[in-house]
């Protein structure tokens, strides 16, 4: 089959694997971007020196790097496919626990974009726009276990022309499944390590080499909390099946994921220097230290919640100054269905793919708050919820067509998506027995402040032409959307409510690229228009009925991104090297200014901020030092900024932005790692490092640069049995881990940083038959 550019990008930065499987992986790659791609990507993902997988971006029009299953597979067990690309050239990821796993702390951001401007697909499936509380789609690690993964693509520019996704402005992040084995398969590992961790995983598969394929899988993972008390859990089943018929074939997928997260605390820079590295949220444990905290809280004022014990005085325990110090636990509880049924082949020289999906979320986040009181039993909290429920259904499909000296492509997407969101109060049962778990679905609440049904209907199309002229290669095309929202109250609480649309029927892509000996220049324009969220805490409708009144009276415009690149690649069978530049003007920013403390959760204040300029470049190495040895190497410069001051009404300064560099965008990023592979043994040494982070829009307060040292060691007993230690922060490193999770402010100090994970130690024995 031709390939088909527009389905996925098959240009791949891939980096070093183990020798001793990557011949049988690499054919497994092969098959799966075939499944996906077509013959020619497959020629691209399987390009080797000495068995091992290294081609950086080869063929494409546009900067792109792809992680092998093999350099997956050597990570972390449990690691996020999101941490993984942490070592792409230009990835900001943050996280803090040491899998990269925990949702209200994960964040990414490529280019000055952060992770809700960047676009998400899983086998071409979409997947949203990264949110935490996600209103379209859900996290890739409640998608597929890591075993099951066949790579992972990033595109640092603004994604590939046809990607199922309205809000990639700044990149997008392709995860693609492992194909079914043709023949009966089995794989079963267990690890164990720091934190009481416990992950286990197996697999069962089968199949002919020209029949039906497939495989099962269930993982369990489950965590104690580093600091604290708690825990964080995740059951995941994935399941596969492909389907062949002639000159067709039919792939099924299904997953199943539960999983629960208990928080930890985010903290201000003055918290941290208060109350130390290892401060976090109450437990059930300290439960009458956290009612005195709450008692004061309440007795001074300062919550507004009904005073419950007016004799716990007005002065708090050391060295607590306020009930934000520390909440009655919080958490997150997502459990998710997803499926698709794709039917692909090649008729009549067409190369064609059309796939339906379904999506099914029931989630909540849940904090236990004292700004509000129980109304019976005497406890001065009670457990705040955001609940969240997904029923989203959608068809994609593309056709590939020969076109004289050319080759066209035409894609759509349809997307109806039913998302249901509010805001609720439960009682705790007394004050000395709060009677609910954080890590249960809550029900029978007393109050809801607010509850929404949001109706969001994507249509998008794209069309695509490449041009080949011997050395010269040309890609020609555009895509446009419309995307409409409807906000539905059920109980307004204030909040906004209407209906807004996006419509950009034109988004052009041009691109070219030009071999000179062993030497691939490329360059490329993009430009990209962001859809608006449907959301009560996200996009236009997370204000009042008066902001979002006022925000289409002023002329509410979509965020749009223009990004220019050019680079070379070069490789020869020592060396696989890129350098890229690109400049990048992205209009109407839409701010979400943080609003008081999070867990009370005011309505934002939303401004157009006008423009931002990001200017910079990308630069990555792969070098086989010695047979089975490899050094590899990715560096980053970033200079974004935002270009004018935010102003009120009346002219006057609302926020002196104007010039100062973007929040959670490091200047410079590194990565660097020596890995090898010799008499059995393998493993990796790696460093990650970023600058200075800016949390406040003025630049006034900032977090220093860190580098964090992960490592691995294995040994491959034969082909049955593996034996491997990870080790994450493996020299114990302080630091801020994730900035931003309560939002952005203006100025000041502000409680909306989590600290990193400690040192940590995990052993995973695996067998496979």
Do not use: C
Request: net charge negative; charged share 20%; proline share 4%.
């Amino acid at each position: 089959m031709r390939a088909t550019l527009s389905l996925l990008l098959a240009s791949t930065v891939m980096l070093p694997v183990t020798a001793a499987h990557a011949a049988d992986n690499a054919a497994d790659n092969a098959d799966d971007a075939r499944a996906t791609a077509g013959d020619d990507a497959a020629a691209d993902t399987t390009a080797s020196n000495g068995g091992e997988i290294v081609v950086f971006g080869q063929g494409e029009t546009r900067q792109t790097g792809t992680l092998s299953q093999e350099s997956i597979s050597i990570a972390t067990p449990a690691l996020s496919p999101l941490k993984a690309v942490a070592k792409l050239p230009g990835v900001n990821f943050q996280s803090s626990d040491p899998f990269g796993n925990y949702e209200w702390s994960q964040r990414i951001s490529i280019r000055g974009f952060n992770q809700n401007q960047l676009g998400y697909t899983f086998d071409g499936v979409p997947l949203g726009d990264g949110s935490y509380g996600n209103y379209n789609g859900l996290h890739i690690s409640r998608v597929i276990a890591q075993e099951n993964i066949g790579s992972i693509s990033v595109t640092q520019g603004a994604g590939n022309i046809g990607i199922a996704s309205t809000n990639n402005l700044g990149g997008a992040v392709e995860t693609r499944s492992i194909t079914p084995a043709d023949e009966l398969n089995a794989t079963a590992s267990g690890t164990y390590g720091s934190f009481d961790t416990f992950r286990g995983f197996v697999r069962a598969g089968m199949g002919s080499p020209d029949g039906v394929s497939g495989f099962v899988s269930y993982a369990h993972y489950k965590t104690d909390k580093w600091k604290g008390y708690g825990e964080q859990r995740q059951d995941l089943v994935n399941a596969k099946i492909t389907v062949p018929l002639g000159d067709f074939a039919i792939d099924g997928w299904y997953s199943y994921s539960n999983r629960a997260e208990q928080d930890y605390q985010d903290f201000s820079l003055e918290q941290i220097d208060r109350l130390g590295y290892f401060a976090d949220n109450f437990s059930y444990l300290q439960l009458a230290l956290a009612n005195q905290v709450a008692d004061v809280g309440a007795n001074t004022g300062y919550t507004g919640a009904v005073p419950q014990n007016p004799a716990a005085g007005t002065t708090y325990p050391a060295p607590y100054t306020s009930p934000d110090d520390a909440y009655l636990d919080a958490s997150g509880l997502r459990r998710d269905h997803l499926a698709y049924v794709r039917l692909r082949g090649d008729s009549g020289g067409a190369d064609f793919s059309l796939t339906g999906y379904y999506h099914n979320n029931h989630g909540q986040g849940l904090w236990g708050t004292p700004y509000l009181a129980s109304p019976t039993g005497g406890s001065p909290y009670t457990i705040r919820t955001t609940e969240y429920d997904i029923e989203r259904s959608g068809v994609f499909g593309q056709v590939t067509l020969p076109v004289a000296m050319t080759e066209a492509t035409l894609g759509v997407w349809y997307e109806n998506n039913d998302f249901h969101q509010a805001r609720r109060f439960y009682a705790l049962t007394s004050r000395d027995n709060p009677g609910r778990s954080f890590l249960e679905f809550q029900s029978d609440p007393f109050y809801t402040q607010w509850e929404f049904d949001f109706t969001t209907k994507t249509y998008q199309y794209f069309v695509e032409d490449k041009v080949e002229l011997g050395d010269l290669k040309l890609n020609l095309g555009w895509k446009g959307f419309r995307v409409e929202n409807h906000a539905q109250p059920v109980i307004s609480g204030g909040r906004a409510q209407g209906d807004i649309a996006v419509e950009d029927w034109f988004q052009p892509h041009v691109g070219l690229t030009y071999n000179v000996d062993r030497a691939q220049f490329f360059a490329g324009f993009t430009q990209v228009t962001r859809a608006f969220a449907s959301a009560t805490t996200a996009g236009p409708f997370a204000t009042t009925q008066a902001g979002f009144d006022s925000l289409k009276v002023d002329g509410l415009k979509p965020e749009t991104s223009d990004t220019y690149e050019i680079g070379v690649r070069y490789n020869t069978p020592v060396v696989n090297a890129v350098l890229a530049g690109y400049y990048v003007n992205f209009d109407n920013r839409i701010i979400s200014f943080s609003n008081g403390a999070g867990i009370v959760g005011n309505p934002a204040i939303l401004r157009n901020v006008g423009s931002v300029r990001s200017i910079g470049i990308e630069a990555g190495a792969d070098i086989k030092v010695t047979r089975g040895v490899g050094i590899y190497v990715s560096y980053a410069y970033n200079d974004s900024t935002y270009r004018d001051d935010v102003l009120n009404a009346d002219g006057s300064v609302y926020a002196a932005t104007g010039g100062k560099t973007v929040v959670d965008s490091p200047r410079h990023i590194f990565h660097g790692e020596v890995n090898f592979d010799q008499g059995g043994f393998f493993g990796q040494l790696g460093v990650d490092y970023m600058s200075k982070r800016y949390f406040t829009y003025e630049n006034d307060q900032s977090v220093g640069g860190r580098a964090i040292v992960d490592a691995s060691l294995g040994y491959r007993f034969n082909d049955h049995v593996e034996l491997r230690v990870n080790a994450t922060n493996l020299f114990d490193e302080r630091y801020i881990g994730t900035i931003g999770t309560n939002g952005f402010g203006n100025r000041g100090d502000a409680q909306t940083l989590q600290t990193g994970a400690p040192q940590a130690f995990f052993a995973t024995l695996t067998l496979r038959k």
